[in-house]
C-alpha cells in the first residue's frame, strides 16, 4: 500500500512537472541571432466523423518537441510556425503598428489521417481553423505575457492558451526583460463596501431594543443608449460601402452575463469591396469588430461576424447580471451554421463570431434601415444590439445611402395579407348572416299569407 501511495505521488508529480513546463521555441535570422521568442502552452480538443456516421473528441497537447524552421523573422511582418506529430501545425502572424506590434491571425491545421490522434477517423483530409486573437498594442522591445487561460471554440476545435510569453521582432539578438501583460494578467482593484454598524435606539422607560437596520440594495446601472458611429470605405477613392450604427455587446459565460457599448471615440474603420463580397472592420482601443457582407447579385446580407475584445478597460461601462436569462431574438441562421465563441476568464477576454448568418438582407442597390433596437444571437455565449441602423455594402452611389428597406416593411407585408383575410371573412359572415335573416323574414311572410 505504501508502495502504492508512493506511486500515486510520483505520477502526480511527473503530471505537474509535465504542465508546468510549456513549448519554448528560439528563432533566429539568417546570422544566427535570435528574431523570436515563445515559450507557450496550448490545449486542443477537437471533434470529427468516426466511421459509422459518428462523432468522436480527440484531445491533446501543443508537445515540448515541435519543429520551427518555417517560421519567418521580417522587419514589419514575422510568424511563428511550429510543425508537430504527424502534419499538424500550428501558427501565429504577427504585424508591426507603429511603436507597437500585434497578432493578427492563429492558424491550427490537423491531419485527420493521423490514426493515432484521430482513431478511426473517417477522413484523411487536413483541416484548418482560424481566428484572430487579442494580442494587440504589445510595445515593440518587451514580451507578451499572459498567463491566464484563453479558450478558443469553433464548430469543432477548442484551443486554450495560457502560460504565454512570446516576443517578436526581437532587437540586438536578445530577448528582452521588459513585459507587457495581458488585460486578464493586470490585477483590479476591489473597493471594500463601507459596513454600517447596528443602531441601538432605548425603549422608555425600562428596556434596551437593539436594532439592525436592514441591508440596502443596489440597483443595477443602466447602461445608456450606445453613441452612433459613421463608417466609410473607399476604393480608389470612391465610397463604395457605408455604415451607421450604434453597437452593444452581450456576454454570457455561465450563469453571468455582461453588455458593453461599442465606444466610437478613438475607433478607426478599415475593410475592402468586391463584386460579390464586401467587408468592415471596426478597431477600438479595446475591441475588433469584423462584418463580412455578400451578395448574389439580387440580394446582400451579412455572412459572417467576428468580435474579439476584452471587459476589464475603463473606457466601457459593464452592466453584470448574475442568474438572468437572456433574451434575444434568433437570427436566420442555416442549420450547419459555424459559430465559434470563446470563454472568457475574470471578466475580461473574449472572442467570438458566427460564419453563416443571414442578417440585414435587402436588395443590391438600396441600404439596409431598422432605427428600432434589435438584438441577434451570434453564438451560444454572444448577442449583438443595434440601434439607429442603417448599412450599404453594395452600390453606393454619390457617396450616400440610397432608398432604405426597412426592417418592419417585412412585418407589414406579412400583416397585409392577414388583415384582407379577416376583412373577407368578417365580410363573408355580414353576407350570410343578411342572408339567413332575409330568409326568415321571407319564410314568415308566406305562412302570413296563407
Known amino acids: 500500500m505504501y508502495r502504492y501511495a508512493a506511486f500515486v505521488l510520483a505520477l502526480a508529480f511527473v503530471t505537474v512537472l509535465q504542465q508546468s513546463h510549456g ?9 544566427g541571432k535570435l528574431c523570436l521568442y515563445a515559450n507557450l502552452m496550448v490545449n486542443f480538443s477537437v471533434t470529427y466523423e468516426i466511421t459509422g456516421n459518428k462523432n468522436s473528441t480527440a484531445e491533446f497537447q501543443l508537445p515540448a518537441k515541435v519543429i520551427s524552421n518555417t517560421s519567418e523573422c521580417g522587419a514589419t511582418s514575422a510568424m511563428l510556425k511550429l510543425d508537430f506529430g504527424e502534419g499538424h501545425s500550428w501558427s501565429m502572424n504577427f504585424t508591426v503598428s507603429g511603436e507597437a506590434y500585434q497578432a493578427d491571425v492563429i492558424a491550427f491545421s490537423y491531419n485527420l489521417g493521423d490514426k493515432t490522434t484521430f482513431p478511426n477517423s473517417a477522413s484523411n483530409a487536413t483541416s484548418t ?61 476591489t473597493v471594500t463596501p463601507t459596513t454600517h454598524a447596528p443602531s441601538t435606539t432605548t425603549a422608555a422607560p425600562v428596556t434596551n431594543a437593539t436594532s439592525t437596520a436592514p441591508p440596502t440594495t443596489t440597483p443595477t446601472p443602466t447602461l ?10 473607399k476604393n480608389n477613392e470612391t465610397v463604395c460601402l457605408l455604415a451607421s450604427f450604434g453597437l452593444r455587446i452581450g456576454i454570457k459565460q455561465g450563469d453571468k452575463y455582461e453588455e458593453m457599448n461599442f465606444e466610437t471615440n478613438g475607433t478607426t474603420a478599415n475593410g475592402s469591396c468586391g463584386v460579390d463580397s464586401s467587408e468592415l472592420e471596426l478597431t477600438s482601443p ?9 451578395n448574389d447579385s439580387k440580394k446582400f446580407r451579412l455572412h459572417a461576424l467576428n468580435i474579439s475584445g476584452n471587459t476589464s478597460s475603463g473606457n466601457y461601462k459593464i452592466h453584470t447580471y448574475s442568474n438572468r ?43 439596409y434601415m431598422c432605427n428600432k433596437e434589435q ?65 326568415k323574414r321571407n319564410m314568415a311572410t308566406g305562412y302570413e299569407s296563407f
Open 325 to 367: 436569462p437572456v433574451t434575444v431574438l434568433r437570427s436566420k441562421q442555416k442549420s450547419n451554421s459555424s459559430s465559434y465563441v470563446c470563454s472568457f476568464f475574470q471578466g475580461t477576454v473574449f472572442v467570438g463570431g458566427n460564419t453563416n448568418l443571414t442578417l440585414w438582407e435587402a436588395s443590391v442597390g438600396s441600404s
Open 224 to 233: 445608456p443608449t450606445p453613441s452612433v458611429g459613421n463608417y466609410t470605405i
Open 129 to 189: 481553423v482560424s481566428m484572430k486573437p487579442h494580442i494587440t498594442g504589445v510595445t515593440m522591445d518587451t514580451c507578451y505575457s499572459c498567463k491566464s487561460n484563453t479558450m478558443f471554440e469553433s464548430n469543432s476545435v477548442n484551443q486554450t492558451m495560457w502560460n504565454v510569453l512570446i516576443q517578436a521582432f526581437v532587437s540586438n539578438g536578445s530577448k528582452s526583460d521588459r513585459i507587457t501583460s495581458c488585460p486578464a494578467d493586470v490585477p483590479t482593484t
Open 375 to 439: 438584438n441577434y444571437t451570434i453564438s451560444s455565449t454572444l448577442t449583438l444590439f443595434t440601434f439607429d441602423l442603417q448599412v450599404q455594402p453594395f452600390g453606393v452611389k454619390k457617396g450616400v445611402f440610397s432608398t432604405a428597406e426597412d426592417c418592419q416593411s417585412g412585418a407589414e407585408s406579412f400583416l397585409v395579407p392577414i388583415a384582407v383575410g379577416v376583412a373577407l371573412l368578417v365580410l363573408i359572415l355580414i353576407v350570410l348572416l343578411a342572408y339567413f335573416i332575409g330568409r
Open 23 to 31: 513549448t519554448e521555441v528560439n528563432v533566429t535570422d539568417s546570422q
Open 286 to 294: 479595446t475591441v475588433v469588430m469584423t462584418f463580412k457582407f455578400t
